[in-house]
Each structure stands twice: as structure tokens, then as C-alpha cells.
């Protein structure tokens, strides 16, 4: 699982030599991984900046128990929308979104305004992201 999470492009036979199994071992290990739904995936990383979505923002969305799932639909739906957190304590969902500047951060406040109250703050630079799950 480690040597996925740094490179799920690896081939079988890489992955079979790194843990010194057979290739036919390491594709039924992987498979039934798949299969289990623990690995659900594989994805590609883009450097967002390159494509100019310069703003990544935490939005804070604190509403009535009756507005959850308008705040589910609403952050499937939207592109913009990385993460959507439903959290315990004084908030109720903490929303990861990026945009291209300004004017288009505060068109995606305003979708949530109906919804309840918002608080929103840019991030300035993250020293962490998309860490993995270390597997021991």
C-alpha cells in the first residue's frame, strides 16, 4: 500500500520486486485490495497554480440540520469543491475550494449564503497536502 500511494503507475513486476513476492501474488493482493474497496481508486496529481486556479480557501459553513443535504448537493455539484467536510463543534461543514481570484472565490460564497452563515479563509501556502495513509 505504501509503495501505491508514492506511485500507483508502478507495474506488478516493480511492486513484485520492492516486497519480494511474485508478480501473480502482488496482482490477487492488489486485486483483492480492489475488491475489498480499500483501494477505491487512482489519480493523477495537477498542479492547479499551472492552470490558474491561484486561490485555495477553507469555507466554514455553520446552518440548520434541515440545510445539510442542500450543502451536500450543492458542494457534489460545484467543481470548485475539493473536500466537503460535515464537522462537529460550532460549525457545520468545513469546505476546501479553489478559484481562479477573487471575484470568482466570492461567487462561490454566495452560493452557500442561502444555506446559513459562512466564514471563509484563503490559504496562503500548505506545507502538507494529499499525505497518505502510512501502513505499517
Known sequence: LNALQRDSRQSFNALAKLTGTSTPT???????????????GYTVIIDRKKLGWDLTSIIRVTCPQDQYQKV???????????EC???TGEDSFFIKV???DIEHLETII??????GRSISTIVLSSSIEGKGLSIK
Not at 29 to 35: G, I, K, M, P, W
Not at 72 to 80: G, K, V
Open 85 to 87: 467536510h460535515h464537522v
Open 110 to 115: 454566495s452560493r452557500f449564503s442561502g444555506l
Open 98 to 100: 479553489i478559484a481562479r
Open 26 to 40: 502482488v496482482i490477487d493482493r492488489v486485486r483483492r485490495l480492489e475488491d475489498q474497496g480499500i483501494l477505491r
Open 72 to 82: 451536500h448537493r450543492l458542494s457534489q455539484d460545484m467543481s470548485e469543491i475539493l
